[in-house]
């Protein structure tokens, strides 16, 4: 599914409403060359593991995450991958996807098969980049709405 994916370069992006992984702290600007961006919609699913994590994380703000605190959510992050490949249906993934909003369970559960490979994939993509990323820099940041 091509809602379900990572934004790679600037040029895609399209109105304002994104979330952005960037490596290390924040620099005074949003949209940044080497950054990752999600669709608002897209990242909230990642965002229950990164709230039992970092306990003052807001969806709407700019949090500094420490390359050690990364480690334990990107394990988090590879369990909820492995949960994925082996449900049936979005019932089974209970408060480990977030879903922003309640009609975006919806669409979710009605192409659950092809949605839960592309989570999939955007997890195990998103887990080898931050991976690499806290290996050069102190922390990596998530810029919020």
């Keep these: 599914m091509d809602f379900i994916r990572i934004i790679k370069s ?3 992006l399209v ?3 994104y979330m ?4 290390g702290p924040y620099l005074e600007q949003c ?3 080497g950054s990752l961006f999600f669709e608002e919609e897209v990242f909230a699913y990642l965002e229950p593991v990164i709230q039992r994590h970092v306990p003052d994380y807001d969806h709407y703000a700019f949090t500094e995450i420490a390359a050690s605190k990364w480690e334990c ?5 590879r369990l909820l991958e492995a949960n994925l490949e ?4 979005v019932q089974e993934l209970n408060a480990a996807v977030g879903f922003l909003f309640p009609s975006t369970k919806v669409p979710f559960a009605e192409n659950f098969q092809a949605n839960k490979r592309a989570l999939a994939r955007l997890l195990h993509e998103v887990c ?8 050069s820099h102190e922390c990596v940041t998530v810029l919020g709405i």
């Design 86 to 89: 082996s449900s049936e249906s």
């Design 20 to 23: 952005e992984l960037l490596p």
């Design 73 to 77: 959510i990107v394990s988090d992050l």
């Design 31 to 33: 949209w940044n060359d």
């Design 10 to 12: 600037k040029t895609e």
């Design 15 to 17: 109105g304002t409403a």
């Design 128 to 135: 080898a980049w931050i991976s690499s990323k806290a290996l």
